[in-house]
């Protein structure tokens, strides 16, 4: 389904078939491709209601008492696995920016960090955790703007750099 919605608005991509990752650690063990190999942060703010999509590097320690303060939300926690499959239709473990093509009333702000922002290339998974798509940065821009998302640029605070 998300393959034949790339196509369909003409974005490339690069297609790798896989054991089951469920961890940035174990997507580590995979053949080496191209692009930033990311980590996604599906948040939720139970006072505000807000949902958020947070894409960062793997390589990154997110501290979530400073991003919920850069954030502006008074109460930051991982979203359920209900909230998951009702705002991105997919699983625990499979969390991926691909999955805004459920976010049909555009509910999940998106934020890219920095460094992922700047990125050539983004690793993603194709709303399952058995494979990874290779997208460009032109190609990753045309999938928000065919979703109606936008994306704000962030310094995502990591906690080891404190």
């Not at 191209?34 to 390589?59: H, I, M």
């Not at 460094?115 to 928000?144: K, M, S």
């Amino acid at each position: 389904m998300i393959e034949e919605f790339l196509q369909k608005h003409n974005i490339v991509f690069q297609r790798l078939d896989h054991p089951a990752v469920f961890t940035c650690e174990e997507a580590a063990k995979l053949p080496a491709m191209p692009g930033a190999s990311t980590k996604n942060l599906f948040l939720y703010d139970s006072r505000t209601k807000a949902y958020a999509l947070v894409v960062v590097g793997c390589e990154k320690h997110v501290d979530l008492k400073e991003l919920k303060m850069l954030l502006g939300w008074s109460k930051i926690s991982f979203a359920s696995p209900e909230r998951l499959q009702t705002f991105l239709g997919v699983e625990p473990g499979s969390v991926t920016i691909l999955g805004l093509v459920h976010d049909t009333d555009h509910q999940v702000a998106v934020y890219f960090d920095t460094a992922i922002a700047e990125a050539v290339a983004l690793q993603c998974h194709p709303l399952v955790n058995t494979a990874t798509l290779v997208i460009d940065r032109e190609g990753i821009a045309h999938f928000l703007k065919a979703t109606g998302h936008t994306c704000t640029v962030i310094a995502v605070p990591d906690r080891t750099a404190m």
